[in-house]
């Protein structure tokens, strides 16, 4: 089973961030939230603050687990662990997205 997690991050207005994948990466051009894979020893939250900072060069503060799903792709098993989280600072700057809304 393969561990992944997800930021819901909504603004102000109610608008949550969405990024597309890009071309040549696994699930390309698919929209996600932002995220990536939990690695060893590491907690949900710590993930998320990791992977958006080194995604997206920002800072969040997860607050509040959405949920888990299980998901397989052929063979593989992905266990999505989603968390409500709050943008704290920086400025977008994609990595392994295209776009993003």
Not at 31 to 42: A, L, Q, R, T, V
Not at 49 to 57: I, P, V
Not at 58 to 83: F, K, M, N, V
Request: charged fraction near 25%.
């Amino acid at each position: 089973m393969l561990a992944v997690a997800a930021a819901i991050i909504e603004n102000e207005v109610g608008q949550i961030l969405i990024a597309r994948r890009k071309m040549g990466k696994a699930q390309e051009g698919l929209w996600e939230f932002p995220g990536g894979k939990i690695e060893h020893n590491e907690s949900v939250e710590d993930c998320l603050k990791r992977e958006l900072q080194e995604e997206m060069n920002i800072q969040i503060q997860p607050y509040e687990s959405y949920g888990e799903h299980d998901h397989y792709y052929g063979s593989t098993h992905i266990r999505l662990y989603a968390h409500k989280a709050k943008f704290v600072s920086g400025v977008i700057m994609l990595v392994d997205h295209d776009e993003y809304m």
